[in-house]
């Protein structure tokens, strides 16, 4: 701070404003337009302009060949109509919803447990548990992947030799990879387990942040465990329980890179989910317009979805500014 | 009262041992001999260590190229973020002025886009642009995808540094960007820091757009390294572990050093604002 003080004089440092004394409201008026230039500029190519393109493109019949010749065919709705009466897609969509409902729910639930958990303990074990939950967040997805596909090898994983020591001798040899439905129980364990912790974290900076007399006079009252948690935790927890449960719907519902580094869909497309779709249509398949189709249809899902807390959130935004 | 807490300590312990598992098991992997990992034996502790696996990741198989490539997008994309987001933040946090609101907004809703809904129309602007298979395509995405939420946490860290400080340097004639410089700059360190790790993390991790615009084997980062890099050495568990134990490393040690600041930074920018 002392560097303020030995700034050179007024008069060098004001001297070159005297000449554009007229012109320098202008400048400051000009001026925060200018700081936002950059990022306006990224946002508005790297991001806007994709997102109108995907909308345009999925009204295109846009396979390598139109692209590579620069064509535009115009189809309408035609890809829409084709996706929309492949069953397949429907298959997807439904298993795509029903599987980041379950791992969205086992995330929050798993992560009030322990924050609530984590309030009661002890300095020593909690402590003990936050860094074992920060090891888990901090491991990089692609890592975790692969850490998971050792866990459950088929052949010499840790979890079917675990099992079979406990005498559960029917899973020597156990292919965890066998069916779409236990392919995505793993990539689910996987994704809630690097989940968890920074909603548990989250949840348990509100709990902190529950005024103490409350509970003081809650347990004058002769209040109980489960009457103080719903008269008091619960309120305090909710706004926040529902920031987190909305948040991790965006990130769960559009995973992709653990579903796709687990199998790849597989087997036989049994773990495919609405992203990998997108992947192996579009730039597997290149069939351009068609994934482009998927890419809409799969955020007016997440916006059905999400329609409710979206509102509410713009809302207390609109306040907060 | 006393054996209900010391239950509950328990399961704390018991739960903890079982989320660092899969991090441990990582790192206990990949210090096995060939032999121990692929026998039939069970050993939660290995029983010999070696950093054979260590050697073959980094000497065997390009490891050293993708590391590379990973810090070079990785790094330039965090610079473009934090030079793009500085100068947006102190326009939000300095000024007011009409479509400021807008542009808070803009960038709200920037931060919720579903990227992976983005990846035709991505390779295709940049098939257009004659960048697939090279760098600087990851780079644009990844400053893109860093940038929102670069934006919310540096405005954050700069309304939480009082205007006045500025204002006395002015008054002390600095001009408004020496004042900037002078004064406020150096109290957004801590700021910058823990934003640009963030967004490190961020673009470290990626494997989508990394996966579909590097065509060529020798372009890719290190998280498609990791995917194929099983198929190229077979079942060489120890090893991909190793490799996998060398990506996570630099994360981990990021990660210790910001946490703290990483649930308020998530929350607020994705949320609160």
């Known amino acids: 701070m002392t560097a303020t003080h030995t700034r050179p004089a007024p008069g060098t440092a004001g001297s070159p404003v005297v000449p554009g004394a007229r012109r320098r409201p202008r400048v400051r008026e000009a001026m925060p337009y200018l700081l936002l230039a950059p990022a306006v500029l990224a946002l508005i190519t790297l991001l806007g302009w994709p997102a109108v393109n995907v909308v345009v493109t999925s009204f295109r019949k846009l396979d390598l060949g139109e692209l590579t010749r620069g064509e535009f065919t115009w189809i309408g709705f035609g890809n829409y109509a084709q996706i929309l009466s492949n069953p397949e897609f429907w298959t997807v969509t439904v298993r795509t919803v029903v599987f980041t409902a379950c791992i969205v729910a086992a995330t929050v639930v798993g992560a009030l447990l322990l924050a609530l958990l984590m309030k009661h303990v002890p300095a020593v074990p909690r402590v003990v548990l936050q860094v074992s939950l920060l090891l888990a967040w901090a491991v990089p997805q692609l890592a975790a992947t692969t850490v998971f596909q050792w866990i459950f090898d088929q052949q010499y994983g840790i979890l079917n030799k675990t099992l079979v020591l406990l005498g559960f001798d029917s899973f020597a040899g156990n292919s965890w990879f066998a069916s779409g439905t236990s392919t995505l129980a793993v990539v689910g364990i996987l994704i809630v387990w690097q989940a968890v912790p920074f909603v548990a974290m989250t949840l348990y900076a509100a709990l902190l942040g529950v005024p103490n007399d409350l509970y003081e006079s809650a347990g004058i009252d002769g209040a109980g465990g489960w009457q103080t948690f719903t008269s008091i935790t619960w309120p305090h927890l909710k706004p926040v329980l529902m920031i987190v449960t909305f948040l991790s719907i965006l990130w769960d519902f559009k995973v992709f890179s653990q579903v796709w580094a687990m199998r790849e869909g597989g087997p036989d497309g049994g773990s495919t989910t609405l992203p990998v779709m997108q992947y192996l249509e579009g730039i597997a398949g290149k069939h351009f317009g068609v994934a482009a189709a998927v890419s809409v249809l799969m955020v007016l899902v997440l916006v059905v979805v999400c329609a409710q807390y979206l509102r509410l959130l713009l809302r207390s935004q609109e306040v907060e500014l | ?273």
């Open chain 2, 1 to 273: 009262m006393r054996t209900r807490r010391i239950g509950l300590s328990v399961l704390a312990v018991a739960i903890a041992l079982v989320f660092a598992f899969p991090t441990y098991w990582m790192f206990a992997s990949s210090l096995k001999p060939r032999g121990e990992a692929l026998s039939a034996s069970y050993d939660l502790v290995p029983t010999s260590v070696t950093l054979q696996n260590y050697a073959t990741a980094l000497l065997g198989s390009g490891f050293l190229r993708y590391l590379g490539n990973s810090l070079l997008v990785t790094l330039t994309a965090v610079a473009c973020s934090l030079v793009a987001g500085t100068l947006a933040a102190l326009a939000m946090s300095r000024f007011r002025f009409r479509g400021r609101k807008g542009f808070l907004m803009l960038a709200l809703i920037a931060q919720m886009v579903p990227f992976e809904a983005l990846m035709v129309p991505m390779f295709l602007f940049m098939r257009d642009l004659g960048l697939l298979n090279k760098l600087p395509s990851l780079i644009l995405v990844y400053w893109i995808t860093t940038l929102p939420f670069t934006i919310w946490s540096l405005r954050g860290f700069i309304d939480g540094i009082p205007m006045d400080l500025e204002e006395a340097a002015m008054v002390d004639g600095c001009g408004r960007a020496g004042a900037f410089r002078r004064v406020t700059l150096p109290l957004l360190g801590p700021g910058l820091v823990a934003t640009s790790v963030f967004a490190f993390i961020t673009a470290w991790n990626e494997f989508l757009y990394a996966l579909i615009f590097m065509r060529s084997e020798d372009l890719q980062t290190l998280p498609v390294f990791l995917k194929t890099f099983q198929n190229a050495f077979g079942t060489d568990w120890g090893a991909t572990m190793a490799s996998a134990t060398l990506f996570t490393l630099p994360v981990l040690v990021f990660f210790l050093a910001v946490q703290r600041k990483m649930v308020s930074g998530v929350t607020a920018g994705a949320v609160k604002g």
